[in-house]
T-cell receptor, first 113, second 113 residues
Framework: TQLLEQSPQFLSIQEGENLTVYCNSS?????LQWYRQEPGEGPVLLVT?????EVKKLKRLTFQFGDARKDSSLHITAAQPGDTGLYLC?????????????FGTGTRLKVLA | NAGVTQTPKFRVLKTGQSMTLLCAQD?????MYWYRQDPGMGLRLIHY???????AKGEVPDGYNVSRLKKQNFLLGLESAAPSQTSVYFC????????????FGPGTRLTVL
């Protein structure tokens, strides 16, 4: 059974603080995706990282894929209340002509004004 | 362009009853997936499909069946519901390019009493 461990599970911080969320696995992924999910809705893609060592920035969010493509991190600079939500990482594994995705358990972030 | 839609949004079943969850996508995507989301466990893959007329088992397929008779629709069936199947069910689809973005539906919240 492939596992993708995500930490921390919960995070409550003040507006303006920085934070980092981690996803770690023993599996090598073809790519890794980060999603954000609002209550009552499905996850929405933030970014996909494909190459080992890749770094992508999306405004105040920085995503990094580990060199061995087994781990990833999401760093948020100067968090805002609008960043509140559930953040999920998902690793893509090739299987039978497609990919299946292993999801982390999620990080529930609350940013207090 | 509605993206991915799911019906129903909510359902309450008694143990032993059956039901079918419908997922529809209008993006002409080849691949479709069914996940369940439980607290503290992230999303787990139930079944997936690589094209019309094909289905395959995911991580947690027991107690579920699926069909993909039309490219745009992916049905998830519960023949004899059990309380352990109480969950939020998400359908997702993606195009055939690489291991990229999955588009998720809004989810179906199922309670089995």
């Amino acid at each position: 059974t492939q596992l993708l461990e995500q930490s921390p599970q919960f995070l409550s911080i003040q507006e303006g603080e920085n934070l980092t969320v981690y996803c770690n696995s023993s599996s090598v992924f073809s790519s890794l995706q980060w999603y954000r999910q609002e209550p009552g809705e499905g996850p929405v893609l933030l970014v996909t990282v494909v190459t080992g060592g890749e770094v992508k920035k999306l405004k105040r969010l920085t995503f990094q894929f580990g060199d061995a493509r087994k781990d990833s991190s999401l760093h948020i600079t100067a968090a805002q209340p609008g960043d509140t939500g559930l953040y999920l990482c998902a690793g893509a594994l090739p299987t039978s002509g497609t990919y299946k995705y292993i999801f982390g358990t999620g990080t529930r972030l609350k940013v207090l004004a | 362009n509605a993206g991915v839609t799911q019906t129903p949004k909510f359902r309450v079943l008694k143990t032993g009853q059956s039901m079918t969850l419908l997922c529809a996508q209008d993006m002409n995507h080849e691949y479709m997936y069914w996940y369940r989301q439980d607290p503290g466990m992230g999303l787990r893959l139930i079944h997936y499909s690589v094209g019309e007329g094909t289905t395959a088992k995911g991580e947690v397929p027991d107690g579920y069946n699926v069909s993909r008779l039309k490219k745009q629709n992916f049905l998830l069936g519960l023949e004899s519901a059990a309380p352990s199947q109480t969950s939020v069910y998400f359908c997702a689809s993606r195009s055939g390019r690489g291991s990229g973005e999955q588009f998720f539906g809004p989810g179906t919240r199922l309670t089995v009493l």
